[in-house]
């Protein structure tokens, strides 16, 4: 029985990021499109997905010059300013209410995740939208991410919260690029004045152990930009500001702190494939090969039918030596999912697990 093969439709997307916040109006979209603005003035392509299904906000910041193409099964984004998006705002219209029950929206972006045809991408920024729940545990478990960027105003509130949201990256193994704090400050007669406090950024990256990546201050160009659907960075709009150094230089410290951890990123299978009928081969970044009886995985299968939860112990089972796999999915970039013909199917393999137990 040949093994499906892993759809992977990111292959040529270099970087995939969270921008996250863990709560609203702290202004993640607006980080998002300025940072993705900044990436393509310095020369990178660049591709950002809305994920907030419920208040897509980024079709009024990046009205489309080009609107989204559907062909079957495969979505084109939009483009502007030469970034492409993918928003579910462009798929309804302005005013309409945005019912969607959590199941609908985990498969609308899935759907923003699996089947859009980006090209080839130096940059992904997924804008994530607000909570720690369903909808962003699955973008998690679906995207290959490269890490996540923190935003956060400095407010204790919204700390708060940003913590929740790193817990979460934490548990599903995410990199954390670095904390940018937003609404730092606002300049009177070229006087800042620390309107939500001061400092919260610094201490939260400190705390986790991250860099901080910049301070954003409050500043009226930033809202009409995103308002009037025009970029900071086009000089007939805004002028050169300080406020587009302030994103160059956040897009650089992107940059170095995604150099560091990808330096130190561990374990990573760089290919799957069945040998026979009853073994898998792994190829490894390391340059090692790991090889694995279906049998033997489905005798370490962590999933809540094979492994108490409470306890922690196995439960007795007697797996059948001819065992095969139906089926294997990625989780994120850090774990395997398989299907077993026994029906065991939930179970989350870690490559760090997968190389530990490999034979070779
Ligand atoms: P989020 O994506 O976190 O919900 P938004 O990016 O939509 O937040 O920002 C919320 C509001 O605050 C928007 O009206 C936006 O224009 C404004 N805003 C965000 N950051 C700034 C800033 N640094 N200066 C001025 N206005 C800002």
């Not at 897509?56 to 483009?79: D, G, N, R």
């Not at 179970?347 to 070779?360: D, R, T």
């Amino acid at each position: 029985m040949p093994l499906p093969m892993i759809k992977d439709s990111k292959k040529s997307i270099k970087n995939i990021i969270a921008i996250a916040a863990g709560k609203g109006g702290v202004g993640k979209s607006t980080i998002t499109v300025n940072l993705a603005l900044a990436l393509k003035k310095r020369g990178f392509s660049v591709g950002i997905i809305d994920t907030d299904v419920y208040g897509p906000s980024l079709k009024k910041m990046l009205p489309p010059e080009q609107p989204p193409l559907q062909k079957e099964q495969t979505l084109f984004p939009a483009t502007c300013s030469g970034i492409k998006v993918i928003s579910m705002a462009y798929f309804r219209k302005e005013e309409e209410a945005s019912a969607v029950r959590a199941p609908i929206a985990n498969g609308i972006v899935t759907q923003f995740i699996k089947n859009v045809d980006w090209g080839n991408l130096d940059f992904l920024l997924i804008d994530f939208p607000p909570g720690t729940g369903d909808i962003q545990i699955t973008i998690c478990q679906q995207a290959a991410l490269t890490g996540a960027l923190m935003i956060t105003t400095p407010q204790e509130v919204a700390i708060m919260d940003v913590k929740k949201a790193m817990n979460l990256f934490d548990q599903l193994r995410v990199p954390i690029i670095g904390v940018i704090e937003n609404m730092s400050y606002y300049l009177s007669n070229s006087q800042p004045i620390y309107l939500f406090g001061k400092g919260g950024g610094e201490k939260l990256a400190r705390e986790a152990g991250v860099p901080l990546l910049g301070e954003v201050p409050v500043d009226p160009i930033l809202s009409q930009s995103g308002d009037q659907g025009k970029s900071i960075f086009n000089e007939t709009n805004f002028g050169e500001t300080t406020l587009t150094e302030t994103f160059f230089n956040i897009a650089e410290r992107v940059m170095q702190s995604l150099d560091v951890i990808k330096e130190s990123s561990e374990k990573t299978a760089l290919s799957i494939k069945q040998k026979d009928n009853s073994t898998l081969l792994i190829h490894w970044n390391d340059g090692s090969i790991g090889e694995y009886r279906f049998s033997e995985l489905q005798k370490n299968c962590p999933c809540a039918n094979c492994v108490d939860e409470t306890t922690g112990k196995r439960f007795p089972n007697s797996v059948r030596e001819d065992v095969q796999v139906r089926n294997i999915q990625k989780v994120g970039r850090y774990a395997l999912k398989f299907e077993f013909t026994s029906g065991c199917s939930s179970g989350i393999f870690s490559y760090e697990m997968l190389h530990l137990c490999s034979k070779n």
